[in-house]
């Protein structure tokens, strides 16, 4: 989880009663040990999307997440799925938390939500932490550790996991063009770009699915636990809010979507969230290959364009979603001010893309 350093006075929107939700913890935890009394609460402040708290007991650290106020997207911020998937998951893929307890009763804090172990760890947002400083062979190593972290996720039978009911059938690829475009057109300002070319040409494009299988939906560098002690290593994997059954290929898009190189404009630059522009991390188009290699996979780089161009177009719809409660004043958040900026720079990329695509 992130370092306890990280987390800030819990903002004023986002405040609960603290000594309600550690009583009800105490009675409905799976491992009550070290629960007594009142947590210290802070919150972290690197999510965009779910609300999440460092409960800071004499003896132990945990954390909660909840969604956040404001308009949701029907299917989003659904914290009894979130607990679900990471709790089924457990026994099959080694890199989530240990969930304690899912609360779905909204008298406790006025929302649903969910607690788990806090993971000791190193996770690297924007910058690596202060004192761990990566050479390039090992901030090389750091990217294929965390694709092989990916290429193990999809192998996972999610059957034998228990999740065979986020399993949709095929027509995934379908699914998303559709949704993540109606999705966008629900949240659009009149600050932002139409996307209308962008849209119109991932659905004539659009693959069909190369196959089924358990995907994380963000996955992310921000989103690892890396070992303090060797921080190439990685410990676990967080946020599972948009988990699914679905095309591993547009996985590997949507985390490409978040991967701003040293070489790339100032502008994609100011809204980078991870350390991918490190001396030694691998460039976009060697993370394709090796995740390709790792899972036995053929990929050209045309076809490749259209899970690119989705994996930005989607993100861009996630900041949408984000900058429209900024917007219509659900929420103050300063950090959500300039997401409007960040939206219109991925329509031009996206549409550089297509040019170049030739189709």
Known sequence: MPAADEAREVR?????????????????ATDATGLAGTPEVRQFSGGASNLTYLLSYADRDLVLRRPPGGHKAKSAHDMRREFTIQQRLGGSFPYVPQMLAFCDDEAVIGSDFYVMQRLEGVIPHKEMPAGVDLSPGQARTLCRNVLDVLVELHQVDAEAAGLTELARGSGYVARQVKGWSDRYGKART????????????????????????LIHNDFRLDNVVLDTADPTKVRGVLDWEMATVGDPLMDLGGSMAYWVQADDNLLFRMFRRQPSHLPGMLSRREIVHHYCERSGLSLSDEEWAFYEVFGLFRLAAIAQQIYYRYYNKQTTNPRFKNLYLAVNALEWRCRTLIRKAGR
Request: negative net charge; charged residues 25%.
């Open 12 to 28: 004023q929107e986002d405040a609960f009663d603290v000594a309600t939700m550690a009583t009800w913890l105490r009675e409905h």
């Open 190 to 213: 009149r600050n932002v770009a139409s996307f209308g070319k962008v849209m119109t040409w991932l659905d004539a494009n659009q693959p069909q699915d190369i196959r089924n299988c």
